[in-house]
């Protein structure tokens, strides 16, 4: 019988992910950043520049390579913070609203 070492403490446990996304800022501005990892709620992003902290990206990408459906959404940017020389981003999805209502 196996002793699990740590309890999942999180609402919606993460899931870690290796994945393209396309993103688009509120201003139009386009980047293609790395998922880390995601969850029901958000993801983290791999980015060489921070996202504007507080704004709405709108977010493309696919969890997994052999799947064709892509996911639309639209998150709020709730952390940025530096790693070496990278950016990792926290988004909050708030659903598939477009970013000019």
Known sequence: MGMQLFKEKR?????????LVRTKEE???????IGINYS???MALYSYSPLPFGE???LNFRLDE????ELHMTAEV????KK???Y?????FVGELPLDS
């Not at 990792?88 to 909050?92: D, L, T």
């Open 66 to 69: 052999y799947k064709k459906q």
């Open 84 to 86: 070496g020389n990278m």
């Open 40 to 42: 029901l709620r958000g």
């Open 56 to 58: 709405f990206v709108e």
């Open 78 to 81: 709730v952390q940025n913070y």
């Open 88 to 92: 990792i981003a926290g988004v909050k």
């Open 11 to 19: 609402e919606y446990p993460r899931m870690d992910i290796n994945c």
């Open 27 to 33: 201003l139009g501005k386009a980047k293609q950043l």
